[in-house]
């Protein structure tokens, strides 16, 4: 019943000789969390850049709510709904931390150069719409009070979150998290993990590219697993954690580590 | 006004106040001249302060609208203000066509290119077409609704009134969602996209806005001359507004007015060591960005802790 979001259809992708996805097929269901975990080198950050419009050109389709945005540029696609991180923290740093989240309302504000130079009730109303809007923001990933802080004041855990209150101003209906976890203490994990399922019950769609298994397996509706660019197994948690594939290229080599 | 643009009030009342206590001041001219320069470093702090493009080429533009304003009024009769709306209207058209391919650039591939426009338009209004290396005289005195602003004191106010209401639009579009914007493309252009802002398109605006007020400031130039030639448009001019802008601190909409005044100052202080005055710009260049990375405005701002 539940359609999807967002789907793949034979997605390739070379970097020169270099294949970095084959023929990748997905459907992600609306409102679920959709994890995607594999090696690194998988593709999974290049999944990420093909879905947000970064890099156009490859093979195959993206589609988002029932439409084609494989040669969409990127903010376009962020304005259509879908709003990402990234795996190392690109935050504005010649703004505060208020000014990045209202950085990521930009897409529902459209600001035009009339309204700043002649509208001058109008285009009050705005900032304070914005600002309003983007400290909800931070105190819904609990950053509140760090308003005028700057970024790189901010441990790295905090960036992290910023960057997810900086992407939720867009309103998207889909999130991308790239390695939302990645150097992360345990206690700045529960909060991700909080915020991550509190973003679920708003109804908005995740998927998360991550490497932390702890973390996969308590968010996850449903697990991509690619290896060298290739699909090799999809289902829910369990399934993954039972799939002898999945074991061999990828989980049995993380067990050694742990 | 909030108390983070004192800096901003100190400029405005020194500026309203000048005339009234030294009314047959000679300086009356060289601030003339300052605010005109300023006119410019105030559209281009959007551009290279806010937005990070820099733009070698602003001689040009300000060249387009000098030499558009005193083509209408002198050789076709046009009335002042229609010559100065023609004026930005065709430098901003320039302006949108160079924007296209060059803002693509970035970093020093984009000051080069823009350089290149800049020497284009020096050389083709060195061609006879537009009146040679004498360029064209006899340009009339800016008149509005019938008033001719023909002394000095009158198109004193009437030039720092453009630039003070150009200082509040570029606050305006600095200081909201527009400026995040544009600051944010200066940071890293794929994350801003990735927060639904058209990269190119906040480029672009910001050149051929930058590009509006070069050109009025042309337009003022060439009305208060009477005489405009080529000399006054090549690429020292770009250099200048560069050296201005950090002088005063980029990214403060108005602290290119303060390195535009010291430019404009400084040769009037030198006498007979004016030989040197390349060479004391220079080094305030060079000492300014070691020590002072936020212009003379980030630096006091920072010693009164207004910010």
Redesign the interface.
């Given at each position: 019943m539940n359609h999807s979001i967002l789907s793949g259809r034979s997605i390739s992708k070379y970097f020169g000789g270099l294949q970095a996805l084959s023929m990748v097929d997905f459907d992600v269901e609306n409102g679920i969390i959709f994890s995607i975990i594999g090696p690194n080198g998988a593709g999974k950050t290049t999944l990420f850049n093909l879905i947000s419009g970064f890099d156009r050109n490859y093979e195959g389709e993206v589609i988002f709510e029932d439409e084609v945005i494989s040669h969409i540029p990127p903010h376009t696609i962020t304005i259509k709904g879908v709003a990402r991180t990234f795996q190392n923290v690109r935050l504005f740093k010649n703004l505060t931390v208020l000014e990045n989240v209202a950085v990521g309302c930009h897409g529902w504000v459209s600001p035009r150069y009339t309204r700043a130079i002649f509208g001058l009730r109008t285009s009050r109303r705005e900032e304070r719409s914005i600002e309003g809007f983007a400290r909800e923001m931070l105190a819904y990933v609990g950053l509140e009070g760090k308003d005028n802080d700057e970024v790189e004041s901010l441990a790295l855990g905090e960036q992290k979150l910023l960057e997810i209150a900086r992407a939720l101003a867009a309103k998207p209906r889909l999130l991308l998290l790239d390695e939302p976890g990645a150097g992360l203490n345990d206690r700045e994990m529960d909060n991700l993990q909080e915020i991550i399922f509190k973003t679920k019950e708003q109804k908005i769609t995740q998927i998360v590219v991550e490497h932390n298994m702890k973390l996969i397996m308590s968010i996850s509706d449903q697990i991509m697993v690619l290896n060298f660019g290739t699909k090799i197994a999809e289902g829910d948690p369990q399934n993954i954690l039972n799939n002898e594939k999945v074991i061999e290229v990828y989980l049995g080599k993380e067990k050694d580590l742990a | 006004m909030h108390s983070k643009h004192a800096i901003l009030v100190i400029i405005v009342a020194a500026v309203v106040g000048f005339p009234l206590v030294f009314p047959e001041s000679y300086w009356l001219t060289v601030l003339i001249y300052v605010g005109i320069y300023g006119l410019i470093v105030v559209g281009y702090d959007l551009l290279l302060g806010y937005c990070g493009q820099i733009s070698l080429g602003h001689n040009g533009l300000f060249a387009i609208g000098a030499y558009a304003t005193a083509i209408a009024t002198t050789w076709f009769g046009w009335v002042s203000l229609l010559a100065i709306a023609g004026g930005i209207f065709i430098t901003c058209l320039i302006a949108y066509i160079v924007g296209i391919p060059t803002l693509r650039l970035r970093g020093y591939y984009l000051a080069i290119a823009t350089m290149g426009f800049g020497f284009i338009v020096e050389a083709l209004i060195r061609t006879q077409y537009f009146g040679g290396s004498s360029g064209i005289s006899g340009i009339p005195p800016l008149s509005i609704l019938g008033y001719s602003f023909d002394s000095d004191r009158s198109y004193y106010y009437l030039v720092w009134t453009v630039v003070f209401l150009s200082v509040i639009?570029c606050l305006?579009?600095g200081e909201?969602?527009?400026g995040?914007?544009m600051?944010?493309v200066?940071?890293?252009e794929?994350?801003?996209?990735?927060?639904?802002?058209?990269?190119a398109k906040t480029k672009m605006?910001a050149f051929v806005?930058s590009a509006a007020l070069a050109a009025i400031a042309g337009s003022l130039y060439a009305h208060y001359g009477t005489v405009i030639n080529p000399n006054s448009f090549n690429i020292m001019l770009s250099v200048k507004l560069l050296l201005m802008l950090f002088l005063g601190g980029a990214g403060s909409i108005y602290g290119g007015l303060i390195g535009a005044f010291i430019l404009f100052s400084l040769p009037e202080f030198l006498g007979h060591l004016e030989r040197l005055e390349l060479a004391l710009e220079g080094l305030a260049f060079m000492i300014i960005l070691i020590f002072l990375p936020g212009g003379l405005v980030g630096g006091l701002n920072k010693l009164l802790k207004l910010r």
């Open positions: - | 639009v305006r579009i909201t969602a527009l995040r914007s600051k944010a200066h940071t890293d794929e994350a801003a996209a990735s927060m639904g802002i058209n990269v605006q806005f």
